[in-house]
């Protein structure tokens, strides 16, 4: 089950928080800086505010680590501090709690922020001395700093963290600018909890919950077969396949003496005259046809291997498992296959039968205004941003400013991201149409009138597309012209730019 909720993170693709009953205990560092917050309110909202949205990030940190999520859930690389042993148990119900709480933690944070009067005052947070307690443990571990988890979140893979950990300050101030900074992020918090939870996975959970369940109550077939039979036949398979090796390891050596000396020939006749050239090329010919006879005898033999290994594979899969024994090559072949590949097919599955459910317009409706948000506080953020003419350890700097995570803009960054967000909330808005390549010329999907009467996104009828017939219009369509000019500017990484603007 532990395995079926982590893909439930894939699917759903969204930030979890946590339920209060799991994780008690705040680390020293987050909550007595909290504590101390709440007792003189009053000057701090902003500050409040963001120690608050910083704890909803480490619930999810400690929801991926504590449930043994933490390989395939977002962010996986930012929270990399040790799991636990034992992962909590999880149920079909826990992804739809984990949505909820986090909703009610960014409501908390919105609440807070709200009570700023005026300009907030900065404050500065050292991202080496904030720590995130990621396994719970209430104890400080390698790798917890913020700096590792932000650093990552904020470069991805191109994060380099140091190999021995600085003693020296990295220090972060927050300004009135970032206070819009983080109340678009809640925003954008809040409408892909709202998504997820229009969609709630725990329907499809509970059906992979009970079939996990039938497949371990499975019943035994009986091992009915002559093993005596079964063990000559195999007898024999065995010493012809070591024959089979043996006379394949033998030809491949003989056809590889013959390439050597083929490739001596070759040689001889790039420098040879005139007159050696005949004589060396007869001799060339003569081992092209050798390599042509060597090289059939080699697939022969390797032909004959493989049908014979076939055979011995056959015959194995007919004996029952004995405690210590080897598991025969099909047996380890289909292991791998399921470590492997069974996650991903189970949360392709997960996310496709997940859409394919009739969501809460309500829910939907509320991540497009949380949405809509997102977009406004950007609008208020960009601006107060690009005025600013300090330069003192900015969190997202405007082109004329550094900040301490190593991040650089172009001067038109944030101009080209709001392009991006105009576009966006056209789409939302309905005034600008999604294109489909099955539509008739000039039609596109009118995403407002789908939010009005949304229906299952069932994958076969939106890529024929009878399924979006009902909410196809004529209209100007949405392109991707400016996100890709976005991706230009920020040489290629435009999506991990977006994590970090929101």
């Not at 003693?167 to 819009?180: K, S, T």
């Not at 005949?278 to 006879?293: G, N, S, T």
């Amino acid at each position: 089950m532990t395995r079926l909720v982590s893909c439930a993170a894939i699917a759903a693709a969204f930030v979890l928080s946590d339920v209060s009953s799991v994780f008690a205990q705040d680390p020293a560092s987050l909550s007595d800086r909290i504590d101390a917050l709440r007792a003189a309110p009053a000057p701090n909202y902003f500050e409040l505010g963001m120690m608050l949205g910083l704890r909803s990030v480490e619930k999810l940190g400690q929801a991926q680590q504590a449930y043994g999520w933490n390989p395939v859930a977002p962010f996986s690389g930012a929270f990399a501090a040790a799991q636990r042993e034992t992962p909590l148990p999880t149920k079909p119900e826990t992804v739809r709690e984990l949505s909820a709480a986090l909703l009610a933690d960014l409501e908390e944070v919105r609440a807070t922020l709200e009570q700023v009067d005026g300009e907030p005052d900065p404050f500065v947070v050292d991202l080496r001395e904030l720590w995130f307690d990621l396994n719970g443990n209430g104890t400080r571990d390698g790798r917890e700093e913020a700096e590792m988890v932000l650093g990552q979140i904020v470069q991805g893979w191109r994060f380099q963290p140091p190999d021995v950990p600085s003693q020296e300050p990295l220090e972060v101030r927050f300004d009135a600018a970032d206070l819009y900074w983080l109340t678009a992020y809640t925003h954008a918090l809040s409408g892909m909890a709202n998504i997820v939870l229009a969609f709630d996975p725990e329907p499809v959970l509970s059906r992979l919950e009970a079939g996990e369940a039938l497949v371990a109550e499975a019943p035994t077939k009986a091992y009915d077969f002559d093993f005596d039979a079964l063990e000559k036949e195999l007898s024999v398979l065995v010493s012809q396949a070591k024959a089979s090796k043996e006379r394949l390891v033998s030809l491949d050596r003989e056809w590889r003496g013959v390439r050597v000396q083929l490739n001596g020939v070759d040689k001889q006749i790039a420098a040879a005259s005139d007159v050696e050239r005949p004589v060396l090329e007869a001799e060339q010919a003569q081992l092209r046809k050798r390599l042509q006879e060597a090289q059939a005898l080699v697939n022969e033999a390797r032909q004959e291997e493989l049908a014979l290994r076939d055979e011995i594979d056959a015959i194995e899969a007919k004996f029952p498992p004995t405690a210590g024994s080897k598991p025969s090559a099909n047996a380890m072949l289909a292991a791998r296959t399921r470590e492997t590949y069974k996650p991903i097919v189970t949360a392709l599955y997960l996310l496709l039968e997940t859409l394919d459910q009739k969501p809460d317009a309500e829910r939907l409706q509320a991540a497009r205004e949380h949405l809509l948000e997102v977009i406004a506080f950007n609008r208020l953020y960009w601006p107060a941003i690009a005025a600013e003419t300090d330069n003192d350890r900015e969190w997202i700097p405007n082109a004329n400013q550094t900040g301490p995570l190593g991040i650089v803009l172009e001067p038109r960054a944030g101009e080209s991201w709001l392009k991006v967000l105009d576009d966006a909330e056209a789409v939302l808005q309905g005034r600008l149409l999604i294109p489909h390549p099955l539509l008739p010329d000039g039609m596109g999907i009118d995403l407002d009138a789908y939010l009005a009467d949304p229906v299952p996104l069932d994958l076969t009828g939106w890529i024929q597309g009878i399924s979006a017939y009902p909410y196809a219009a004529r209209g100007p369509w949405v392109t991707d012209s400016y996100w890709r000019a976005f991706g230009n500017m920020v040489q290629g990484r435009a999506g991990l730019h977006a994590v970090y603007f929101n």
